[in-house]
């Protein structure tokens, strides 16, 4: 394996437990059984480091579980829009799938070095999960309103699985922590929510 290699594999699980501020260069080196120089020289700093892991903890996670859940183009949207968020919450709740729980410090304490890698790696299936909606909403609803459609589905995404992962949430009520009932209260819900959109807008839902 090669010294960038290494210093990959090693940066992604300290950077899912301690977060970028508490992560140290020297940490990472160590773990890799790399010189404190080969950070600089294979991803220009620390900065450089960290956005490049995010980005690959993220495309792991995708190969262990592609977005599209199975599920054909030509399926109908509510099911692929179901077999998406499914997916998703896969993704999130799965103890490798280490992106997340950097992005959980990222959330908690910015540093805003990780807005170039979300735009082009996380932007494209927000985009996908968009045109979704859009079919199920159908012409009626703004871009604008299907946008805060996926934004709604997204943080009910994010509040469940904080929850099953034992991340603190404000408040903690008594809710399923298996996969399928989340994902079926979220997509029921979820579908009201945007046929009640669809009908405020003057459309009419598929």
């Not at 940066?11 to 437990?17: D, G, N, Q, S, T």
């Not at 010189?35 to 294979?42: E, K, L, R, S």
């Not at 603190?168 to 945007?194: C, Q």
Request: aromatic residues 4%; charged residues 20%; glycine residues 6%.
């Amino acid at each position: 394996m090669s010294t960038k290699e290494r210093l990959l594999v090693a940066a992604i699980p300290i950077l899912a437990e301690k977060g970028y501020h508490q992560t140290t260069i020297a940490a990472i080196c160590g773990e890799a059984e790399a010189n404190i120089a080969a950070v600089n020289y294979h991803f220009g700093s620390k900065e450089g480091l960290y956005a490049e892991a995010w980005r690959r903890a993220l495309r792991s996670s995708l190969e262990r579980h592609p977005p599209d859940g199975g599920v054909s183009a030509d399926a109908p949207p509510e099911e692929r829009l179901r077999a998406r968020l499914t997916a998703a919450l896969r993704r999130a709740i799965d103890p490798e799938s280490m992106e997340f729980a950097i992005m959980m410090h990222e959330m908690a304490n910015s540093t805003g070095l990780l807005q170039d890698a979300l735009k082009e790696d996380v932007g494209p299936l927000l985009g996908s999960m968009c045109a979704v909606v859009r079919e199920i909403a159908g012409p009626a609803p703004t871009d604008m309103q299907i946008n805060m459609c996926v934004e709604s589905l997204m943080a009910q995404l994010i509040h469940n699985t904080r929850r099953v992962r034992n991340n603190p949430v404000p408040v903690k009520l008594e809710a399923p922590t298996d996969v399928e009932s989340i994902a079926e209260h979220i997509v029921t819900f979820t579908l009201a929510g945007i046929r009640a959109i669809a009908a405020t807008a003057g459309g009419t839902s598929k």
